[in-house]
């Protein structure tokens, strides 16, 4: 009692559109997040642009009746580059793009001035929800259609500077400035540590200190 026995007919709320139709690719990935060329296509891993302060671990799929085919580009060099992410790639209702320049390579060679960078980031929320008004279908399944949504925007410029390397330990320092546009802003003071063990292949620890100030 209770179940019910399976009778081969298809859940229409699971591909009632066209993104959806996308869930049967898991994930494709190329390169790692720091390598210089990393690519990303997935409804599994969480997206995090820059240091982080305006999109750090986010995951679009929180909702197991509607699948989201999310993607990540990051790619840079000796002089700059530039991070991409997009939630859904039918919709590209929430999107984010970091660019930065490294200035001092152009002049100089050693890791110091290499490390040096000033980066720029826009993002966009262009359904954020602002009513919600909760009702459910004939299936018992949360429907949305009716809410009431917005665009909203972020920017934030951002520097970063590597002052201490060697084989087994990496620090480098960064400070962000990031604005809701027509709300509030924030501050971030950050220092991200990596340390190397080397037994019998290396084991790497990474640290993140951050000091933050937000506005309401």
């Known amino acids: ?34 390598d210089n060329l990393h690519v990303n296509v997935s409804q599994l891993h969480a997206g995090t642009i820059g240091h982080g302060p305006i999109m750090r671990r986010y995951v679009s799929n929180l909702d197991i009746n509607d699948t989201k085919l999310g993607a990540q580009f990051d790619a840079y060099n000796n002089y700059g580059g530039f991070e991409f992410h997009v939630n859904d790639m039918t919709k590209f209702n929430i999107l984010t793009l970091l660019t930065f320049v490294k200035p001092l390579s152009f002049y100089f060679d050693d890791y110091r001035s290499r490390s040096l960078s000033f980066g720029v980031t826009y993002a966009s929320d262009r359904q954020a929800p602002t009513k919600v008004e909760q009702s459910r279908d ?5 429907d949305l259609d009716g809410v009431d949504t917005e665009a909203i925007n972020f920017t934030g ?9 060697n084989r087994n330990v990496d620090l480098k320092s960064y400070l962000d400035y990031s604005k809701m546009m027509s709300f509030g802003s924030g501050r971030t003071l950050g ?10 292949k ?12 937000l506005s309401a």
Do not use: M, Q
């Open 1 to 34: 009692d209770g179940f019910k026995a399976f009778d081969g007919t298809v859940r229409k709320k699971d591909w009632d559109r066209p993104g959806e139709y996308l869930k049967v690719l898991r994930y494709l990935t190329y390169g790692r997040k720091e």
């Open 157 to 165: 410029v951002d520097a970063e500077f590597k002052f201490f390397k």
């Open 138 to 142: 004939i299936e018992g399944v949360l």
């Open 191 to 200: 220092l991200l540590g990596r340390f190397n063990f080397f037994l019998k």
């Open 202 to 213: 290396i084991h790497a620890l990474r640290t993140r200190i951050e000091l933050r100030h």
